[in-house]
């Protein structure tokens, strides 16, 4: 008689399955790195998170502030800054409205080309805050705290200057500078001016091998602070920085050219962001700190860049 033999089956017993702790993101967004290798830190999607230090706060709603503005988009806000006074006001269509508060809005200038404003708040010594403002279709305009007006500038002969060609505004060596539209030409006032007539005027274009036409100018710090050691920074549109040192650009030995350097092109006329005591560039590139750039040739420019790690995502939004 055969005997038969009967093999037993193992039981099946699942793998332990052992938990997996995942930090939050608080490096922030993250469009650059490859999924395997990515810090556990950053994340691919950050869609209505905010990183803060050590944490991610969930993305607040919102709650109309003023809601009787045309349907025109809003392509303007300024702020109007005088001692502990502050004031709102909004561009929109061919309006500007003092939105100072929630309760309602006034039109405060009416019958414009344009919404799309570039402006500083300046002091002269001795008066009133102002804030002047350009954008390149309409006839410069200036609000003092009080009044709404259309400053006079003129040239070294007297002749009135058309300020609707004024795109661009900056301060540099307590002077305000304007930027002439499409042009390499700036206008730069005496001392503490607001209007009359002109100190100078000084064109880019010799400097820009590579074309183009000036898109905005700015004062940079090495020191931190705001003093004799600030230098004057103008930009072109093909991303071309000329460089300036000095405390009065009417006196040649008294205002020198450090050098033009060349980085990614310009996004925009607003293209210039204070961070801390420097200067950011929103480039093609990214967003390029000026300490950092101007030693690097422009290929580094994205190694230096602050939005380093969503390049690639802010260069699709950039060529929309």
């Known amino acids: 008689m055969r005997k038969i033999q009967t093999m037993q089956k193992t039981p099946f017993v699942a793998p332990e399955v052992l938990p997996k702790v995942v930090p939050a993101p608080t490096d922030g967004w993250d469009a650059i790195s490859p999924l395997a290798a990515m810090d556990p830190k950053r994340a691919p999607i950050l869609d209505n998170f905010v990183p803060r230090p050590g944490w991610v706060e969930l993305r607040g ?13 809003v392509e303007t806000l300024m702020v109007y800054r005088s001692g502990s006074a502050e004031e709102m006001f909004a561009a929109s269509g061919s309006i500007i409205r003092d ?15 344009s919404a799309r404003w570039q402006y ?6 001795g008066a009133a805050n102002v804030i002047q403002l350009v954008n390149g279709a309409d006839n410069m305009r200036q609000y003092n ?20 060609t004024f795109i661009n505004i900056s301060t540099i060596k307590r002077r305000l ?10 206008y730069f006032m005496p001392t503490d001016a607001i209007q009359g007539q002109i100190a100078g005027s000084q064109d ?38 000329a460089l300036y040192s000095g405390i009065d ?10 050098g033009v350097f060349d980085i ?30 101007l030693p690097f040739d422009p290929s580094a420019d994205r190694s230096v860049a602050i939005t380093a790690r969503i390049q690639s995502a802010m260069a699709s939004a950039a060529m929309l």
């Not at 508060?101 to 006034?106: A, H, M, R, Y």
């Open 177 to 186: 500078w304007y930027v002439v539209n499409n042009s390499t030409l700036t």
């Open 264 to 293: 990614a092109p310009p996004i925009g006329r607003r293209c210039l962001l204070r961070v801390g005591s420097d200067v950011g560039i929103i480039t093609q590139q990214g967003v390029i700190p000026i300490s950092q750039a």
């Open 145 to 164: 705290g009080t009044v709404w007006s259309t400053p006079s500038i003129t040239d070294g002969s007297g002749a009135p200057i058309d300020t609707s």
């Open 204 to 241: 880019f274009g010799s400097l820009f091998s590579k074309g183009g036409y000036l898109v905005a100018a700015s004062s940079w710090t090495v020191d931190g602070g705001s003093g004799p050691q600030d230098y004057g920074l103008f930009i072109s549109s093909r991303g071309q920085i």
């Open 120 to 125: 500083v708040n300046f002091k002269p010594a």
């Open 61 to 73: 709603g919102y709650t109309a502030y003023v809601g009787t503005l045309t349907d025109s988009p």
């Open 249 to 258: 650009p009417t006196n040649a030995s008294a205002w020198n050219l450090v």
């Open 99 to 113: 939105v100072s508060t929630t309760i309602s809005d006034t039109n405060v200038v009416t019958g414009l080309n």
